[in-house]
Every structure is written in structure tokens, then in C-alpha cells.
């Protein structure tokens, strides 16, 4: 898969989701396999999911890094997934997710948009 094909995925799950109301995607090509992208997406219910992504494609797909931050409306984080390297302690380490605050670290499997996209569906009671 090339890099344009991987864009062009997420751009069809923002547009196919029933919870997104808008988004706008900032994507930079890093060479043919490799890029990275940012998004902020406006919810049906006011909240919003801004992300970011840096993957390669060379050989399936590779989150070199991500992160999914979920808040509401007046920007209260509900939730983050990401793999920024500090929080050594965790066993899914650099893989958590923060609950409700940035010091409720829990352990969390890499989620992928799609993943994300069901989790926050299903809170708002769509899923």
C-alpha cells in the first residue's frame, strides 16, 4: 500500500462514520510509504477527537507513533491513547491510554481509528 492509499482509508472512515458531524485532515507525505497526518474532528454531540499519526506503510501498517485525544465540548480530555515513551511502568509500555485526566494512566492495546471511532460511538450511545 502506498502512502496516498493509507489517507484515503481514514479519509473514507471520517467520512462513513455516523458520529462525525465535520473534520478537516492536514496529511504530509513522507516519500511513496511513509507520512503523517493530523486531524480534528467535530462530533454529533459537540465533542471533539483530535489525532495524529505517523505511519509506514512499507510493509503493512506501522504506527510509528499516534495518539487519540477524546474531549468534550469546553475541552475536558475524556480520553487519550497514545505511545509517547513515559510511562515505563505500564505492561503494554509505550502503548496507554489516559482516563478522565493525565494522571489516570491505564495499560491499552494500540487502538486504530476505526477502534476509536466504536469506542466513542458506543459512549455517546450510537453503537
Do not use: C
Given at each position: 500500500?502506498?502512502?496516498?492509499?493509507?489517507?484515503?482509508?481514514?479519509?473514507?472512515?471520517?467520512?462513513?462514520?455516523?458520529?462525525?458531524?465535520?473534520?478537516?485532515?492536514?496529511?504530509?507525505?513522507?516519500?511513496?510509504?511513509?507520512?503523517?497526518?493530523?486531524?480534528?474532528?467535530?462530533?454529533?454531540?459537540?465533542?471533539?477527537?483530535?489525532?495524529?499519526?505517523?505511519?509506514?506503510?512499507?510493509?503493512?501498517?506501522?504506527?510509528?507513533?499516534?495518539?487519540?485525544?477524546?474531549?468534550?465540548?469546553?475541552?475536558?480530555?475524556?480520553?487519550?491513547?497514545?505511545?509517547?515513551e513515559?510511562?515505563?511502568q505500564?505492561?503494554?509500555?509505550?502503548?496507554?491510554?489516559?482516563?478522565?485526566?493525565?494522571?489516570?494512566?491505564?495499560?491499552?492495546?494500540?487502538p486504530?481509528?476505526?477502534?476509536?471511532?466504536?469506542?466513542?460511538?458506543?459512549?455517546?450511545?450510537?453503537?
Amino acid at each position: 500500500m502506498w502512502i496516498r492509499r493509507y489517507f484515503d482509508l481514514i479519509e473514507s472512515q471520517l467520512d462513513n462514520s455516523p458520529i462525525v458531524r465535520q473534520w478537516t485532515m492536514d496529511p504530509e507525505r513522507r516519500g511513496r510509504m511513509q507520512g503523517y497526518l493530523r486531524a480534528d474532528v467535530l462530533l454529533t454531540n459537540g465533542s471533539r477527537l483530535h489525532f495524529r499519526e505517523y505511519v509506514d506503510v512499507a510493509q503493512g501498517t506501522q504506527r510509528i507513533t499516534y495518539a487519540y485525544q477524546y474531549m468534550t465540548h469546553d475541552r475536558r480530555l475524556i480520553f487519550r491513547y497514545d505511545n509517547t515513551e513515559h510511562h515505563p511502568q505500564i505492561v503494554t509500555y509505550p502503548h496507554h491510554k489516559h482516563e478522565g485526566s493525565e494522571e489516570n494512566v491505564v495499560p491499552a492495546a494500540p487502538p486504530t481509528l476505526a477502534d476509536v471511532l466504536v469506542e466513542i460511538g458506543q459512549g455517546m450511545g450510537a453503537g
